[in-house]
């Protein structure tokens, strides 16, 4: 079975400051990861996406995230905050070839503050 | 725009009732998810089909069905709704052998 815990279900920053969204897993076999963000009223768009190449993933918007297998964790980061990245972010899970669909965690709601 | 077409994109209707939700997915894409969201629940996934067959299910409760045409799309068949079905129902897609799904706007199910 799989699961993802997102720690903190809302998180304020400052714009300009470094944005961290904190994403664990669990997996009993290697994980392919993913970023979903979910402006308000809108559907999920891919941020980006783990599938056991470079452990330094790079998305759009200028986020990018780091698979680190021994602390099995998939951290989202962003150097500087913008107005615009307001909105729910999703990590998600899954065991390959989407099989079995994803597993969500329950989201982050990213404030920005000006 | 990730390409998955969903109709209608906001429904409303009473208990008791049925409604019938619509998904094109991309082009060429053989696998379709369904998925419910809710602000009690989160993303709940629903079913998978995959060129036509079932491939997987999640927390799909007997009231909900679903099906994929030989054209690929699909259908999300509620009935007998309650008021705790009220959520957003997202369709995805996502390419065979491939590994990253797309989503769709969804589909803003209210039941009064």
């Known amino acids: 079975a799989q699961s993802v815990t997102q720690l903190g279900s809302h998180v304020s920053v400052s714009e300009g400051a470094l944005v961290l969204l904190r994403c664990n897993y669990s997996?009993?076999?290697?994980?392919?990861l993913f970023w979903y963000v979910q402006y308000p009223n809108q559907g999920l768009q891919l941020l980006l996406k783990?599938?056991?190449?470079?452990?330094l993933v790079k998305g759009i918007n200028g986020f990018e995230a780091e698979f680190k297998k021994s602390e099995t964790s998939f951290h989202l980061t962003k150097p500087s905050a913008h107005m615009s990245d307001a909105a729910e972010y999703f990590c998600?899970?899954?065991?390959?070839?989407?099989?079995?669909?994803?597993?969500f965690g329950k989201g982050t709601h990213l404030i920005i503050q000006p | 725009d990730s390409g998955v077409t969903q109709t209608p994109k906001h429904l409303i209707t009473a208990t008791g009732q049925r409604v019938t939700l619509r998904c094109s997915p991309r082009?060429?894409?053989?696998?379709v998810y369904w998925y419910q969201q809710s602000l009690d629940q989160g993303l709940q996934f629903l079913i998978q089909?995959?060129?036509?067959?079932?491939?997987a299910k999640g927390n799909i409760l007997e009231r909900f069905s679903a099906q994929q045409f030989p054209d690929l799309h699909s259908e999300l068949n509620l009935s007998s709704l309650e008021l705790g079905d009220s959520a957003l129902y997202f369709c995805?897609?996502?390419?065979?052998?491939?590994?990253?799904?797309?989503f769709g706007e969804g589909s803003w199910l209210t039941v009064v």
């Open positions: 995805a897609s996502s390419p065979s052998g491939g590994n990253t799904i797309y």
């Open positions: 783990y599938t056991s190449a470079a452990t």
């Open positions: 998600a899970v899954t065991s390959g070839g989407g099989a079995d669909g994803l597993t």
């Open positions: 082009s060429g894409d053989l696998s």
């Open positions: 997996s009993s076999v290697p994980p392919y």
């Open positions: 089909y995959y060129n036509g067959e079932e491939r």
